[in-house]
């Protein structure tokens, strides 16, 4: 899905992605739907969207959306010329890659290929997961509450892209 409210930057970006289904969304209403309606795996997002085309608030507002309702969904953010600090501040709020025009469709499209590409692995796994089913934790042998406690801990944590911190006196199986 292609969120850009510049009409000829939408023509331009639809027809560099032409091996791909592409919507195309102008506005942050629109792009909602789409991903409410597609799911697509990938997004390339311009951060200066309508009512507020100049600014950036429209668009990491968006980001946000499109993360909490398709969090596996990869956005790439497309920024202005010179302006890394919006886009380091996209990725780190999870956005998986960022892109600065002008647009090479060459480049942006090997972007948009391997973000398609991850995307696509992590469902085959988590596919993967379900059929061989179980727990990640099937082997570990623990009987405690305090250690039962830990492990749905783990369990909930382990799909997710997330780094933890496991504190604990040396010796006692952190590392499992």
């Given at each position: 899905m292609i969120v850009?409210?510049?009409?000829?930057?939408?023509?331009q970006l639809k027809w560099s992605f032409e091996n791909f289904e592409v919507a195309v969304a102008e506005d942050r209403e629109g792009a909602i739907a789409h991903l409410r309606r597609l799911e697509p795996p990938v997004v390339t997002l311009d951060l200066g969207l309508p009512p507020d085309p100049g600014g950036v608030t429209q668009g990491f507002a968006l980001l946000e959306e499109i993360l909490a309702l398709a969090p596996d969904t990869k956005v790439i953010v497309v920024t202005g010329h010179n302006d890394r600090t919006n886009?380091?501040?996209?990725i780190a709020m999870g956005a998986y890659d960022f892109y600065e025009k002008p647009i090479d469709p060459d480049l942006l499209g090997m972007t948009v290929q391997r973000a398609a590409r991850l995307y696509h692995i992590e469902q085959e796994n988590r596919r993967l997961q379900t059929v061989h089913g179980g727990s990640l934790l099937e082997g570990l042998i623990a009987s405690s509450p305090e250690m039962m406690k830990v492990v749905r801990t783990v369990e909930k944590l382990a799909p997710t892209d997330v780094s933890t911190l496991i504190l604990g006196e040396s010796g006692t199986g952190k590392e499992v």
């Open positions: 850009e409210d510049d009409p000829g930057l939408q023509s886009a380091m501040r996209a």
